[in-house]
């Protein structure tokens, strides 16, 4: 193994598993037999991605996360051992397995994080919100991200995780009839927090610049000094603050977005045998007198992401949308499409096949651009049921995908269809973002509202776009 300090101070990186073997025989052939070696091994999660040091390249590894306080480093040395032969046996001896630390977790918060959407959309302005915003359930402390508006059976609802609309896993009678907030409380009592902590501090240094003026007053000053000419104008900032804060205080009484109608209860799905953790939210007839429309809010990449975004767009119909504007959604991607792209069908007959991105805005972290992984995730969760998750993996040298606050926000393609729901990440350090992240397909989301409501009407309308 090299030592050396250039080794040592690079950072590594991980990748999708892209054009690689593995992702033809994985599902039929590996999975099961890679799971059943690991019987022993208390694991969270089992990924299949690619690991190196950046700027070299990368190799195929099955990624075991466990719980630091699970580990058993013989029992994992000798399961990695056994992965690898089972490796060799299928013809993939470059493909090798590696445990690491770290925690499966939903992507709910219960504090502002890293991106303030306020700055961009101020809260007492969003009455009529705009898809990827802060909403939380009343008695509880969790935040997390509106998904999109639809109709079932005619009448207006939202969706969201059932982790962020509730507390409890299994879906109660009272629980049903939880209120829920947009914007959430927590983000409102955030911005009431800090305009007050902003005029506080304006108003203190008005205060210790009146009192210099006094002094200079009594020794028989009478120039005007830059503190005096300061103090004028954030005495008008103040002022302009004033209105911000009764709107703020205002809209923490008027936020009823809606009440929880319905959530199916945190469990592993029988078909799908994905988690099936969504909830649908009644709209409140006072707020809303139609459907609001699903549109998202204007991006607002860094240059390193715009430019990626215009390679990969700009021939795309909703191109300049991702770029300039405010896209819209489209409609659910098939999964049989999504299907056809991740399921090796694509990544084995292309040379120069690059793994599919994919975009979200969430609550916490805004606008992010992530990697669709070629193999989907092996997960369990606290219940201990295995799931198996599609999964996003971050792009190096680009911000996270996801962080916590953002379950529930809607994954979309390059044409702005509907990909999936992001619910959960895989990190060690959960407050700075998931290394991994898990989401429901959308066409398997709707196909199960359609068996709870037992309805075939389940409508996400499409956005129609004003001609530039």
């Not at 013809?91 to 890293?114: C, M, S, W, Y």
């Not at 982790?163 to 879906?171: F, K, L, Q, R």
């Not at 503190?227 to 302009?240: F, T």
């Not at 609550?363 to 606290?382: D, H, M, Q, V, Y």
């Amino acid at each position: 193994m090299d030592w050396s300090p250039l080794r040592r101070s690079k950072r590594k990186c991980m990748h999708t598993i892209g054009n690689h073997k593995i992702a033809t025989i994985y599902d039929d052939k590996l999975r099961p037999r890679g799971r059943e070696i690991l019987s022993d091994v208390k694991w969270k999660t089992i990924d299949v991605v690619r690991l190196g040091y950046e700027e070299e390249p990368s190799s195929p590894i099955i990624l075991i996360t466990v719980n630091i306080n699970d580990v058993n480093e013989d029992i994992s040395q000798g399961a990695v051992d056994k992965i690898h032969e089972l490796m060799v046996e299928f013809g993939l001896p470059d493909v090798h397995a590696e445990i690491k630390t770290g925690r499966l977790f939903e992507q709910a918060g219960n504090k502002q994080e890293n991106y303030d959407q306020n700055i961009h959309y101020p809260l007492e302005l969003c009455r009529v919100p705009k898809l990827g915003v802060g909403i939380s359930s009343d008695g509880s402390n969790r935040v997390g991200s509106l998904c999109l508006f639809l109709k079932i059976n005619g009448s207006n609802y939202a969706m969201t995780c059932q982790h962020v609309a509730t507390s409890s896993g299994m879906c109660t009678q009272t629980d049903a009839k939880n209120a829920i907030f947009q914007p959430a409380k927590q983000d409102l009592e955030q911005r009431k927090y800090l305009l007050n902590k902003w005029m506080r501090i304006n108003q203190s240094y008005c205060d210790a610049i009146e009192a210099k003026k006094s002094k200079s007053t009594e020794a028989g000053s009478t120039s005007i000094s830059k503190g005096q000419i300061r103090v004028s104008e954030l005495q008008d900032e103040i002022k302009e603050l004033v209105p911000r804060k009764s709107a703020i205080k205002s809209m923490i009484s008027e936020a009823h977005f809606g009440t929880l109608e319905y959530a199916p209860g945190i469990a592993k799905h029988a078909t799908t045998n994905a988690r099936r953790d969504w909830a649908v939210i009644r709209l409140s007839d006072d707020r809303f007198e139609t459907l609001p429309p699903n549109i998202l809010p204007c991006t607002h990449f860094f240059d390193r992401e715009r430019h990626m975004v215009w390679d990969l767009c700009i021939e795309q119909e909703y191109g300049y949308d991702l770029l300039y504007g405010e896209p819209g959604l489209t409609a659910p991607l098939p999964l049989e499409e999504l299907n056809a792209t991740l399921g090796g069908l694509r990544a084995s007959k292309e040379q120069d096949y690059e793994s599919p991105r994919v975009f979200k805005h969430g609550r916490t972290s805004g606008w992010t651009i992530g990697a669709l992984n070629e193999i989907r995730s092996g997960c369990r969760f606290g219940d201990g049921c295995e799931t198996t998750e599609y999964c996003v993996v971050n792009i190096p040298t680009l911000n996270y995908f996801s962080y916590q606050g953002d379950s529930g926000a809607c994954i979309l393609d390059t044409n702005c269809n509907i990909v999936g729901m992001l619910h959960s990440g895989n990190g060690e350090n959960v407050p700075y973002g998931a290394e991994i992240t898990y989401f429901t397909p959308m066409e398997w989301i709707i196909q199960d509202i359609k068996d709870s409501f037992k309805t075939e009407d389940v409508v996400i309308e499409r956005h129609i776009q004003e001609a530039l």
